[in-house]
């Protein structure tokens, strides 16, 4: 009975072994636990639902329909979510255009009945996968993407979740991009609705995606963007690195290659962790996991999403892999790129372009690299024009201007103006730390056979360069390496896979897995023994020689329990496998440390409202009309004198209301005149003086002539921040009381 039980195998149940399907039970199910956490249930229901039935499922059968899909229910699932994230928003942007935001999700029943009733439709949609995942692949990948999630959760709302309700426990850039979001309901183009007056030239389809999801779930905009948005995409985002790195790995009707199993959920916890080596005991260097901008920085969540599906169909229409009709899907994602994150584009064209060179040297068909190139560059041109308006945003040519901005520089500066040597040195450390976390991009060799590795490698690179060659205000040109570092993950586990198959030992993944526990091992004890080192030559020593020493012990160890391989082999596998996994040590050690949590994820941002401030906002929203506007006392987060920190965004991302002048940070004339005067972005005073001056004037010495002059401008309500400054209490003769709260008041002219 036992034997025949083997011979028949483990139960299929259509699309996969049962244990295998299990494995994705628990990673919903944290999910669901993450978004319920931090917001209310019926809300947590719903958007669940929406995400599942109105984006996930409809993009599945497009997925399956146009691109002719079926590998496994992992990519299935993750690529449909993106498919379908990439049509809202398309829809989305031409309902709103007629007016129609409420109508957007329309086109998800349109697609389903398509691909339930169409005969030959459902044909094509719902058939059994070709290669569903193994358990113990299928198990690895919900434990990688566990971790991830986990991560992101507890550092992201874990601290800022519930919002409004601490006023030293908040976050400017998310209120900016509700603020963003809320102009995104009812506005096109959308505007800065914290700053009457000014265009907003910007990536804003996120916010787009936002409000979409908003109108047509009934969900507020706060739990969106501080519970619920975020899980998806970076859900999707996990999935699909380990999608990008399975296509390398289990090519189409052929046996899988080594690694197989393991290679993708350990591109996953690299991706999402990894980015640096971190041997400095309370300066971390600039680190590009997906886990620290996942959160609060929803644009790139997004993009880092779109990204890796675009890389997926980019390499197989390269390798010209299914029907033609997959050129479709790419053009659709990267319309959807354009203007989700400024940094995905550019580097699919130098991907397409270093496959042009490649096969060009080679005196092959360039044709496919060629219509893919073009193709890229004239979405990324036309997002230049229509998104973003030609403006830049501050980015400039700057060798190595980055490295001026990261942490180790101002450690290592002397005197004033900008010191080379300093900054040489930060270039040197930070590279390094870059390199190592991704060792095994060294070992890849015969898989630069393959255009989908060039094509990766085109990215990576044109990311690395990106961010080396320019500069920007708020270090905005980092997320040029964010993008591309999945990328580097991904072909540093193809060259970590690549050695542990010369070892032509079927047990090389214990061998990986020892290596990676020694990795974090010898960084737990190299940091440890830098909290008294000054300087970085000493503790980047002592972590090179602990890594050295655990490859070393596991390489030994191998060969000693008489395995398969040389020892060489051994050595460099086991070396790689600590590098890229002890790169993750800080951010998994930040889950449990309070210190490593703050070199790795910053200190938890201040300057937001009082639960009453907030209440008072959101008064505004629930009794006054979409177009009126709002004036504020409340410009400055921080204050010192003559300086104010302008990124004050709440009271418009609760409101939804257009302000006159609460902040005026992020903007596009902020970044022109940072450039221009070398001031700190967040610190450039507001242009327009005089209006600044009768606005706040209102509050502080009101008279009719101040509040008439108000009143011409369109003004209809004001918003009285008592912790903001002084409010005079003869305000209320010249205009009508309407709501109070402990800390502001909301009047209307009369």
Wanted: aromatic fraction near 10%; glycine fraction near 10%; include cysteine.
């Amino acid at each position: 009975m036992h034997s025949r039980a083997r011979r028949r195998g483990p139960r299929s149940i259509g699309n996969g072994t049962a244990a295998g399907r299990a494995a994705a039970l628990p990673l919903l199910v944290l999910a669901v636990w993450m978004m319920a956490a931090r917001a209310p249930v019926l809300d947590v229901l719903v958007f669940t639902a929406y995400v599942g039935a109105g984006v996930m499922l409809p993009g599945f059968v497009l997925w399956r329909l146009i691109g002719a899909y079926r590998r496994n229910l992992v990519e299935d699932c993750a690529a449909g979510f993106a498919i379908g994230t990439a049509v809202q928003l398309i829809v989305y942007l031409a309902s709103a255009s007629v007016g129609l935001q409420q109508w957007s999700w329309v086109w998800a029943p349109v697609v389903l009945v398509v691909g339930l009733l169409d005969r030959d439709a459902r044909a094509r949609v719902w058939q059994r996968v070709e290669a569903p995942l193994a358990p113990l692949t299928a198990w690895l990948l919900t434990m990688s993407t566990g971790v991830v999630l986990l991560a992101v959760y507890l550092k992201g709302p874990g601290r800022y979740a519930p919002a409004y309700v601490d006023p030293g426990r908040s976050n400017q850039d998310l209120a900016f991009h509700q603020a963003l979001a809320a102009s995104a309901k009812f506005d096109v183009p959308i505007k800065p609705l914290w700053v009457a007056g000014e265009p907003m030239k910007y990536q804003t389809f996120f916010h787009q995606l936002a409000a979409a999801t908003s109108w047509s779930t009934g969900v507020g905009l706060t739990e969106l963007i501080y519970a619920l948005l975020w899980v998806p995409f970076a859900l999707a985002g996990c999935l699909l690195v380990f999608v990008l790195t399975q296509r390398f790995l289990t090519p189409p009707k052929a046996e899988p290659l080594t690694g197989a199993r393991w290679a993708g959920p350990l591109a996953v916890l690299i991706a999402g962790l990894g980015g640096a080596m971190q041997p400095l005991h309370d300066v971390g260097l600039g680190s590009a996991a997906m886990a620290l901008s996942a959160y609060l920085s929803p644009t790139q969540n997004l993009g880092v999403m779109l990204a890796l599906l675009l890389a997926v169909l980019a390499i197989d229409v390269l390798r010209k892999q299914g029907p033609a009709s997959r050129w479709v899907l790419l053009i659709l994602v990267a319309l959807a790129a354009s203007g989700a994150k400024a940094t995905v584009l550019p580097l699919a064209g130098c991907g397409f372009g270093l496959v042009f060179f490649a096969l060009l040297s080679r005196r092959k068909p360039t044709r496919t690299a060629v219509v893919g190139g073009l193709a890229v560059l004239a979405i990324f041109v036309g997002s230049v024009i229509v998104v973003f308006g030609g403006e830049s945003s501050g980015l400039q040519v700057d060798l190595g201007g980055i490295f001026a901005q990261l942490a180790p520089y101002s450690m290592l500066r002397h005197g004033s103006g900008v010191d080379r040597s300093a900054q040489l040195l930060t270039a040197a450390v930070t590279l390094a730390g870059w390199g190592i976390a991704v060792l095994g991009v060294v070992f890849l060799r015969w898989f630069w056979r393959d255009r989908g590795v060039v094509f990766l490698a085109g990215a990576a690179l044109g990311g690395v360069f990106a961010t080396a060659l320019t500069s920007q205000p708020g270090v905005s040109q980092a997320p040029f390496y964010r993008t591309a570092f999945p990328f580097l993950a991904v072909l540093s586990c193809l060259g970590l896979s690549r050695l542990v198959g010369k070892l032509e030992d079927r047990r090389g993944a214990l061998l990986v897995s020892a290596a990676g526990l020694a990795g974090l091992a010898a960084c737990d004890v190299a940091r440890f023994g830098s909290v008294d080192q000054r300087g970085l030559k000493s503790p980047f020593s002592w972590m090179i020689a602990a890594l050295l020493a655990a490859a070393l012990i596991v390489a030994v160890a191998w060969k000693t329990a008489r395995r398969n391989g040389s020892l060489l082999t051994a050595f460099l596998a086991s070396l790689v496998a600590a590098c890229t996994v002890g790169a993750t040590f800080l951010p998994l050690a930040g889950l449990i440390s309070e210190h490593a949590s703050t070199v790795a994820y910053g200190e938890v941002a201040q300057g937001g409202p009082t639960s009453s401030e907030a209440d008072a906002a959101r008064w505004l929203q629930k009794n006054t009309p979409t177009g009126d506007l709002v004036a504020t006392n409340a410009h400055c987060v921080v204050s010192h004198g003559d300086s104010c920190d302008s990124r004050h965004f709440w009271i418009a991302a609760l409101s939804e209301r257009q302000l006159l002048v609460e902040g005026w940070g992020y903007t596009n004339r902020v970044n022109r005149l940072s450039v221009t005067t070398s001031v700190n972005t967040n610190l450039v005073p507001y242009w327009n003086r005089e209006l600044l001056a009768i606005n706040d004037a209102v509050f502080t010495a009101p008279s009719p002539a101040l509040i008439e002059r108000l009143r011409r401008r369109g003004v209809r309500w004001l918003y009285a921040d008592n912790r903001a400054g002084q409010v005079s209490p003869n305000l209320k003769q010249y205009v009508r009381l309407r709501q109070a709260t402990l800390d502001a008041t909301i009047y209307e002219i009369r």
